[in-house]
């Protein structure tokens, strides 16, 4: 990649992309630190894998051209253009198809690139690492949630929301019924990624038999491996930048 980027979210993700129409294509790579918190070592190794894949595959590099071209469909085809009701919905529809098209596009990168991390680590490894992210994730929400619904005599800042991303990996009393959930949901057509089940079947996981996972020790975490003495220095600059 030309750039790597450690950013605060329980993110990561690879774009190929030129700056302009023309020019050279540049790769970037961001991850978030709570990626490197939450998982171990063999299991971020997934991540990297999976999201270089997708600068290997060339997935996005056409994404400033995606962007040109939905701004054009809405320029055209939006409310506030002259032309007919009948053009005006024409384009709508090309939008729309558009926009259907493209999701698709990107939920068959993401299995392929499920696919060659897999094949690097383990299909065991990264199921493992999809169910702890995606759990994560959920343990978020949720407790971002619980912090809204506080008593207004409880007040929360910019260091409590970062606690609550911080603590992601701890288990919750809710993490059976959010997996439940998870493994549940089925795949849209609204959705850039397949559904948590859908990826697990791919990789030859037995949905069944997915448990949550256990907590990651900090011996054990990623970010030991892979960020060393730079972690405190990271961790500061996110906190303060919220």
């Known amino acids: 990649p030309d750039r790597i980027e450690v950013t605060g979210g329980i993110t990561a993700g690879a774009s190929r992309r030129r700056a302009w129409l023309v020019g ?18 063999e299991e971020f190794d997934c991540v990297l894998v999976h999201e270089l894949a997708h600068l290997r595959q060339a997935d996005g590099c056409d994404g400033t051209m995606v962007s040109v071209t939905q701004m054009l469909l809405l320029l055209v085809g ?17 939008r729309h198809g558009f926009h259907i098209e493209t999701l698709a596009t990107s939920r068959e990168a993401e299995r392929a690139a499920d696919a060659v991390a897999a094949a690097f680590a383990g299909p065991q490894p990264c199921a493992r ?20 619904e506080a008593p207004p005599e409880i007040e929360i ?34 959705d850039s990624h397949p559904s948590l089940r859908e990826r697990l079947t791919a990789l030859g996981v037995d949905v069944t038999a997915v448990a949550v996972p256990d907590e990651v020790s900090l011996m054990d975490r990623a970010a030991r491996r892979w960020l060393g003495d730079l972690l405190p220095m990271l961790e500061r600059r996110l906190t303060t930048s919220r």
């Open 24 to 41: 050279p294509r540049r790769c970037r790579l961001r991850i978030g630190l709570p990626v490197f918190q939450l998982l171990r070592s």
């Open 78 to 94: 939006g409310p506030a253009r002259p032309q007919s009701g009948a053009i005006r919905r024409m384009f709508q529809r090309l």
């Open 129 to 148: 690492t999809l169910v702890r992210l995606m759990l994560a994730a959920k343990r978020i929400s949720g407790r971002m949630q619980d912090a809204f």
């Open 157 to 190: 800042g910019p260091s409590d929301w970062g606690t609550i991303e911080a603590r992601a990996g701890t288990p919750d009393a809710r993490d059976v019924g959010w997996l439940r959930g998870l493994l549940a949901r089925p795949t849209s057509p609204a």
